[in-house]
């Protein structure tokens, strides 16, 4: 299977920076997508940034110019560098990896980390 683990959330002051890091590793044969996503309590989960296997990015409207996604393709590894950090952007962090396992090669699948806690405060 897939394992999807985030790391690098904390306590930061607004203005400040955070960078999270996301690691998949398991039986993994190829990663289409790589997607950040954020949740907090009694809001729905929504999208903050989005990387394709060949480097394409998206980003929610709200992190535009803030946030930046970039992916170590080799190591399996996809970055969020958050800068200007608002109260607001407060929130779970979760990643999302799309891809195909050795065993089932043609059939991508969503896997899912357990999410990383980002607290702006002052």
């Known amino acids: 299977q897939v394992q999807v683990v985030e790391s690098g959330g904390g306590l930061v002051q607004p203005g400040g920076s955070l960078r999270l890091s996301c690691a998949a590793s398991g039986s993994i044969f190829s990663i289409n997508d790589m997607v950040w996503y954020r949740q907090g309590p009694g809001k729905q989960r929504e999208l903050v940034a989005a990387?394709?296997?060949?480097?394409?990015?998206n980003y929610a409207d709200s992190v535009k110019g803030r946030f930046t996604i970039s992916r170590d393709i080799t190591e399996k590894i996809v970055y969020l560098q958050m800068d200007s950090l608002k109260p607001e952007d407060t929130d779970v962090y979760y990643c999302?990896?799309?891809?195909?396992?050795?065993?089932?090669?043609?059939?991508?699948?969503?896997?899912w980390g357990q999410g990383t806690q980002v607290t702006v405060a002052s």
């Open positions: 990387i394709t296997r060949d480097g394409s990015t």
């Open positions: 999302n990896v799309v891809a195909a396992t050795n065993q089932s090669r043609g059939l991508y699948r969503r896997y």
